[in-house]
């Protein structure tokens, strides 16, 4: 057996890259329907003809600028590994659109392939394609395939060792852009020509065309290489641009590209495809996109659509989420009744029991949104939604594929940061992705709805249907707007033209359903589960830890004696009595604690929002789960630990202390909303950011934004109400 050959499988999202790879290789993947699934590059081996073939599938891509990092993956693989062969796998039923990312192969000089996959669907839609005359026409070999079947991809792989004998990589393809570009390209070439190790790697015209396309990678690189060529053929690239837009008001990008296009339709011309008229599932797709991405009905199907998978999970999901917290509660009360009271029995009931309760209580959560999600990216739904969703999303620096992320984070008003932040992942361009994942946690997760609850029955309204309404939307317009301003500071760039197509609907499998949902939910157990563990022992050691002095147990001790004592005889007000002062040893404990002497310490700061110490605390345990914010806020008013059901009390104590009142209660409502995100969803953030940098950012920037948001309030509030 010869040494193995590399074959690189490129082509747009949904050509059916994925289904030939596995077809290939046999190894099991993911198929979806969305746009952009595949991030990751895949590598598969096979044999054909004694001859080992290594075989990777490239990310999806529309073309080979660098918009995205699909297409800056795909691009450097290209030129950096040299594949021996490139495949194209192009949709026969969409060719022309297709075949763009195909010149631009030919454009590069790869040695190419182009598999006319779904020959299938293109010919139940009426299509013939004349192969020969397109291989003719193009250069290079051309082979139908149906990557479903396997049909036809004997031929294709005899084609690519074919094209790996050859003695030579073919030229790149050289095309005409028009005079004003042609004559600027023949003017750079000199220039071109001292990028000394860049054009070793890139053919030197196409080095000349991505400095015009302003290329940010390609530019840096020239940079690098040659700082004093780079910049005349910046000061060459600018003269283009500003001449094309005196005289045609575009850049060249769009000229470019527009002759990419006219070099494909003289092609398509000449009788490449011919067409007789089918009734068939493309037309139907479109029949029903008449009607779902139509400006009035579309968005109101939208609502519904994203309503019904809104309560699809979070009602659904409540039955196994309550099955884990029971079987949770469980095993806290077995290792209750098992161990002495100590450290060690605190440590694993409110260290590691609960921080692992909280770990595997989202994943009910996750599977369901997942599966969700799943159903409306397989079926093509999910691209309609992205579709109409763009243009205000555009607005903000965002992509229409935004949407799904916020609502899953709770848009719709309870909902979790956690699956919201991974939904992250059908968004292509790093940038958006960044402000969107960092601007998700704004949005009213499940955990902060007690606590908001609360604060507007105890300070505001009864009508707590209307007030809440009113805070989604304010975490709304606050998301958009953070967004924004990431965009125009940290996170500036242009936003990504929405390129995606509408692929035609289909019947999601259930098989692929389970996958896709099982390989997301797997993800995220073991990406959290690990850190948790750890933060969540450190929580509870710093609220914890160092006890009380002995002389004040030991005052606690007498009292409770002194109890026993007193009251023997009335064994009801024995037990009250006995409840009080264990609440009360527990707010001392709890304000001699690290986390007590932090949240003390922080009220110099914190005044100024109106927020006192016992508050503090609260938070910095909301920062381990919002739902901590209610039981801990207990503690520190000495009622003993208190859960939603019993914050009536709560409600009644706040109202009545003197350090609250609306304003201040409006101020940490505020804060509560916008504040630092709790940890698993800044585990999250770190992972899927791909750094713990981003995720100390979304703490700090959130926490601040938060707080300045709260100073605002409570300080105007103070100046008209509190005199
Ligand atoms: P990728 O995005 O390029 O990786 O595309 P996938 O491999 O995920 O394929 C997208 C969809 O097209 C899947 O639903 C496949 O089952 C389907 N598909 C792929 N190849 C063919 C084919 O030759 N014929 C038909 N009818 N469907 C195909
Ligand atoms: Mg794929």
Redesign the pocket.
Known sequence: MNASITVA?A????????????YLTGAR?????Y????VEQKEGCCLHRQQGLRVV?LP?TYSLTAYSVEELVARDFLVNEKPDVVVD?V?ASNLERHLYLGCQFLELGVPLVIAL?????AE?RGLTIDTEQLAQLLGVPVVP?????G?GVDKLLDAVLAVAAAPERPKPLFLRYGSDIDEALADMLPAIRELQPLTGVYPERWLGVKILENDEQIVEKARAANPEAARRLAERGDEVVRHLQNTLGVYPEAVIADHRYGYLKSIMRQGVVTRKWVADRLHTSDRIDKVVTHRLLGPLIMAGVLFALYTFTFSYSTVPVDGLSFLFASLSQGIDALLADGPLKSMLISGVVDGMGGVLGFVPIIMFMFFGIAVLE?SGYLARVAFMMDRIFHLFGLHGSSVMPFIVSGGIAGGCAVPGVMATRTLRSPKERLATLLTVPFMNCGAKLPVLTLLIGAFFSAHQARYMFLATLFSWIVALCAAKFLRMTVLRGASTPFVMEL?PY?FPTLK?LLIHTWERTWQYIKKAGTVILGISILLWAMMTYPGLPEERTAAFAQQRQQAEATLAAVPEERERELARIGAEEAEAGLRHSIAGRIGTACEAVSRYAGIDWRTNIALIGGFAAKEVIISTLGTAYSLGEVDTEAAGSLSERLRRDANWNPVVALAVLVFIMFYAPCFVTVVCIAREAGSWKWAAFSVVFNTLFAFLLAVGIYQIGALLYLR
Request: hydrophobic fraction near 35%; charged fraction near 20%.
């Open positions: 499988l082509g747009n999202p949904n050509a059916g890259k994925t289904t030939l790879f596995n993947q993911h198929v979806g329907n746009p952009g699934v595949t599938d999806g796998v949709d996959n779904m020959v299938d669907v139940k395939v149906v990557a479903r079947t049909a397989d692929p289909r692929g």
